[in-house]
């Protein structure tokens, strides 16, 4: 089996990395396994993160947001 590694330092697991996997395969399964995720970001400084439903399809993930509210605010102003 051949090793992978993050696509950068900025993604790597820093914290228990010896149960990090950073095999494709794995990832996908975990992604297409979980019911929710947890989207992060700022607005104002302000570290949040909101609950939310997410799918893949292909290499794409989505995830389900309210257009109007604090998260989509943020992505839209940059």
Do not use: L, N
Not at 48 to 54: E, G, L, N
Not at 61 to 71: E, S
Request: proline share 9%.
């Amino acid at each position: 089996m051949s090793e992978h590694r993050p696509f950068s330092d900025r993604v790597r697991v820093r914290r228990t990395p010896h149960k990090a996997r950073y095999d494709p395969a794995v990832i996908r399964k975990f992604i297409d396994d979980a019911m929710f995720c947890h989207v992060g970001y700022a607005i104002d400084g302000q570290p949040m993160a909101t609950p939310t439903m997410h799918w893949r399809d292909g290499e794409k993930i989505y995830w389900q947001g309210w257009r109007p509210g604090p998260m989509w605010r943020g992505f839209w102003r940059g």
